[in-house]
């Protein structure tokens, strides 16, 4: 189990989708006033493969969440968090996972997150005055059990479907800032 926060979680959740392979199960509450719209990831990956689960409350999105992890079907579940996972909830959906060998990842709002998790992201669009889109992302590891902390400037290639790292602006061969 992983979690992303920021302002990029969605993005970044649909990268980790397009490179996960098969079918996603995107969970999230029904009450919430936006929707998930399976097109709009077209840039990412077949919306086909998207298949989206509302439910009523938290703890219905917990259970649907783990049970798809354990049978193992889905290649990778989203659940979209409202509150603070426990660490039992967090465990659980851990060793979810673990059983069918599927990813989990969960979208958190900014400062929560769940003891339990292997690693958290925060995720946020940079301005790259140089493409004047806002396909540039900064994605910074915030949590990781195995002890790797970094950033990257990242942007996706919806031609290719990969991911391509790109360094600031100030550490760009032949950029100012860089002294060459």
């Given at each position: 189990?992983?979690?992303?926060?920021?302002?990029?979680?969605?993005t970044?959740?649909?990268?980790?989708?397009?490179?996960?392979?098969?079918?996603?199960?995107?969970v999230?509450?029904?009450w919430?006033?936006e929707a998930l719209?399976?097109p709009?990831?077209?840039?990412?990956l077949?919306?086909?493969?998207?298949?989206?689960?509302r439910?009523?409350?938290?703890?219905?999105?917990?259970?649907?969440?783990?049970?798809?992890l354990?049978?193992?079907?889905v290649?990778?579940?989203?659940?979209?968090?409202?509150?603070?996972?426990?660490?039992r909830?967090?465990?659980?959906?851990?060793?979810?996972?673990?059983?069918?060998?599927?990813?989990g990842?969960?979208?958190?709002p900014?400062g929560?997150?769940?003891?339990?998790t292997?690693?958290?992201?925060?995720?946020?669009p940079?301005?790259?005055?140089?493409?004047?889109?806002?396909?540039?992302?900064?994605?910074?590891?915030?949590?990781?059990?195995?002890?790797t902390?970094?950033?990257?400037?990242?942007?996706?290639d919806?031609?290719a479907?990969?991911?391509?790292?790109?360094?600031?602006?100030?550490?760009r061969?032949?950029?100012a800032?860089?002294?060459a």
């Amino acid at each position: 189990m992983h979690e992303v926060c920021g302002p990029g979680a969605v993005t970044f959740a649909a990268i980790v989708a397009a490179k996960a392979g098969g079918t996603v199960l995107w969970v999230r509450e029904g009450w919430l006033p936006e929707a998930l719209h399976p097109p709009g990831l077209a840039a990412f990956l077949d919306p086909a493969r998207v298949l989206v689960a509302r439910t009523d409350n938290q703890t219905d999105s917990l259970a649907v969440a783990e049970e798809a992890l354990k049978d193992g079907v889905v290649s990778l579940v989203v659940i979209e968090i409202t509150r603070p996972l426990d660490l039992r909830e967090g465990r659980r959906l851990q060793l979810a996972a673990k059983a069918g060998g599927a990813m989990g990842l969960c979208l958190i709002p900014e400062g929560m997150g769940s003891n339990a998790t292997e690693t958290r992201w925060r995720a946020a669009p940079v301005f790259d005055p140089e493409h004047g889109d806002s396909t540039l992302m900064r994605w910074e590891i915030i949590k990781n059990k195995s002890g790797t902390f970094g950033a990257w400037h990242v942007r996706w290639d919806e031609q290719a479907h990969r991911l391509h790292v790109v360094s600031p602006v100030g550490e760009r061969p032949g950029s100012a800032g860089s002294g060459a």
